[in-house]
């Protein structure tokens, strides 16, 4: 929150609004009850003042430009709300009028004087040499919306937030000793002599009888359920897929190949070396040694000139930005000294060392380049205007399997799906799409319903259809009798791991050694590396972490190991890190509980805050406002 804060007064208004889609905002009691009696204009109230639906509506637009700028993709107003955007603005909107109505209360102010310094200041507005340059400020305005009289009120109030802000919690730092004791808990090392027993380790249970199993599936049933599956029907639209059935004729091709020769024609190409002079004396002092038997390569090294100094490589005429130069350079004939060149910039001695002719790529050759060319061009403008197409032609009544075939789009049908993805065999269904929740919006639809699109990347939509709903069931033993057998011997091992982890801490507690535990109950011991509880060794889960770092110096503890083995220690050894404050590896971590302590001071004001004003949100014109949005 503190940081959000920093962000609106310091930076440019842009990246205040970006804010919005990345900070998590303070939550408080009293946001987000519906008042009843407000005017249809107000989205919430702060302390007593209106805040009217224009301001939450330029907030919004604001921040879906924000968001094209920054994403190049369109903000449709269905990701808007699974981003939490619109709450979030609102959030922000309540949260920036709270501080307002504080700092007003407070009498803060800031003088025209320092706010024109700070906009001055502001480096999105710098003329790239340290200077301010007005013609950015006002372009950059415009760019997001803003007249400059919003700006500078909009500035003003983000000053006195700011100050109010700073004045609550600055100076504020973590004390010492809780650094310490951070630092302590997050360096720590440990190491431990343990066994671990493992299904390996273990006998195989024998396998359950039929009225053994009948036993154990009967009050387990729920966990063998079959789960509601669902039947889709799938429409995918990308650029590449449209690209790709994309028809272009041979007269298209032949036409751009014409109108594009330059693309298809390599440009003659020469290796370039040439020594640069000041002065038309020193060429000419230099054309002379050259002229009188010194080589092109002692003049460089008599130059003290590096390769990059002369050497050009292999460069077409115009890469060469000196017209007069190139010019003479490709009309030379290869390996000749040039002579003193009177070029735009000075004077010029050359030599070309190998020319490369012109080539130009045959029509044959070169349509498949501007087949997928055109085809791609095409697919990017159709993909803008297909979801009108698409709904235009659902609202006629078809189907989407209809629709598919009608506009020529590749379908596909998921037979069986349930809500973590998997098919009737247990196994990831293949062919869902990469769209962000597909699988919980699929499982909130209805049989037919007509749908939304999910945005796929950049790259295009996916459309979805239920086409039918399986509901779960419970299922006979028959069924799935393989997999009870499976869970029957599983928890047996599990029973006889935890039985035979547990005798070893009895007798570990009871002062035995480790190593005569272990080789009594046909076990390993083992000693670890040095472990911190960031540990993420494959072998050391969070649970056996979590236990070792519980258990005293010489104790013995048990935990979970990632694989699900049961793992029993002793704590061998403890080593506190030494602890030093200015430490440089302590900064960062300073600063970042500096920043915990500062944001949860700062919530703990917006609470109080709003519980001595008020903030109230007016859910029903919010969500008329949103809707009249997605309507569109």
Do not use: C
């Not at 962000?7 to 609004?17: D, E, M, Q, Y």
């Not at 320092?114 to 200077?131: T, Y």
């Not at 014409?258 to 002079?277: G, M």
């Not at 999910?454 to 393989?482: C, N, Q, S």
């Amino acid at each position: 929150m503190l940081d959000s804060m920093r962000r609106h007064a310091s930076g440019l208004v842009a990246k205040t609004l970006l804010a919005l889609l990345v900070v998590s905002f303070v939550l408080w009691g009293g946001i987000g009850q519906v008042v009843q009696g407000l005017t249809s204009d107000e989205v919430a109230t702060v302390g007593g003042k209106k805040l009217h639906a224009s301001l939450f509506i330029q907030q919004y637009e604001r921040t879906k430009q924000a968001y094209l700028r920054a994403t190049r993709q369109q903000l449709t107003e269905e990701m808007a709300q699974r981003l939490g955007i619109p709450s979030q603005i609102m959030r922000q909107l309540i949260v920036d009028e709270v501080l307002n109505n504080r700092a007003q209360a407070l009498r803060l102010g800031v003088s025209d004087a320092e706010l024109v310094r700070q906009i001055q200041a502001d480096p999105s507005f710098n003329d790239g040499k340290g200077g301010f340059n007005r013609q950015a400020f006002a372009a950059q305005l415009r760019e997001y919306g803003w007249s400059e009289d919003q700006f500078i009120l909009s500035r003003r109030d983000a000053v006195k937030r700011e100050l109010l802000v700073q004045s609550l919690l600055g100076g504020i730092a973590t004390p010492t000793t809780f650094l310490e004791i951070a630092n302590r808990f997050d360096a720590e090392e440990r190491v431990v002599d343990y066994v671990v027993a493992s299904a390996a380790t273990m006998s195989a249970p024998p396998a359950p009888g039929a009225e053994e199993l009948k036993a154990f599936f009967e009050p387990r049933k729920a966990a063998f359920k079959a789960p509601e599956y669902r039947k889709v029907t799938l429409m995918t639209a990308t650029v590449d897929a449209l690209a790709a059935i994309e028809e272009v004729s041979d007269d298209d091709l032949k036409r751009a190949y014409d109108n594009q020769a330059a693309r298809f024609e390599l440009p003659e190409q020469r290796h370039v070396q040439r020594i640069s002079f000041p002065d038309k004396a020193a060429a000419e002092a230099a054309a002379a040694k050259l002229t009188a038997g010194t080589s092109f390569e002692d003049l460089v090294a008599e130059l003290k000139l590096t390769k990059e100094d002369h050497d050009l490589g292999r460069v077409a005429r115009t890469s060469i930005r000196d017209t007069a130069v190139a010019d003479a350079v490709f009309a030379m004939e290869p390996k000749v000294l040039s002579g003193v060149i009177t070029g735009k910039f000075g004077y010029v001695i050359a030599r070309v060392l190998e020319i490369t002719p012109a080539t130009k790529t045959p029509f044959e050759t070169a349509k498949v380049e501007i087949r997928k060319s055109i085809a791609l061009d095409r697919a990017r403008d159709r993909i803008g205007h297909l979801r009108n197409e698409v709904e235009d032609a659902r609202a006629a009544g078809g189907s989407l399997a209809d629709v598919a075939t009608r506009l020529k789009l590749p379908k596909s049908t998921i037979e069986a799906l349930d809500a973590q993805g998997l098919g009737p065999d247990g196994k990831p269904v293949e062919g869902m799409p990469e769209a962000t929740d597909f699988l919980k919006l699929v499982f909130e639809t209805d049989v037919k319903n007509e749908t939304d699109p999910l945005a796929i990347g950049t790259r295009g939509f996916t459309w979805y259809e239920v086409d039918a709903i399986t509901p779960p069931r419970e299922r006979a033993l028959d069924e799935v009798k393989d997999r009870v057998v499976a869970h029957f011997l599983a928890e047996a091992t599990a029973k006889a791991m935890a039985e035979k982890a547990g005798a070893a801490l009895d007798r570990l507690n009871k002062g035995e050694a480790i190593a005569t535990v272990a080789g009594e109950l046909g076990l390993e011991v083992k000693t670890s590396d040095k472990l911190t509880r960031a540990t993420k060794a494959a072998d050391f889960g969070p649970g056996a972490i979590g236990a070792i770092f519980d258990t005293a110096e010489g104790k013995a503890g048990r935990g979970l190991m990632a694989d699900g083995s049961v793992i029993v220690f002793v704590v061998k050894d403890v080593t506190a890190p030494v602890f030093f404050a200015e430490a440089p590896e302590l900064v960062e971590k300073r600063k970042t509980l500096d920043d915990g302590f500062e944001n949860a001071m700062l919530d703990q004001y917006l609470v109080k805050a709003q519980a001595l004003i008020g903030a109230t949100v007016n859910q029903t014109t919010l969500a008329r406002i949103l809707g009249a949005g997605r309507s569109n």
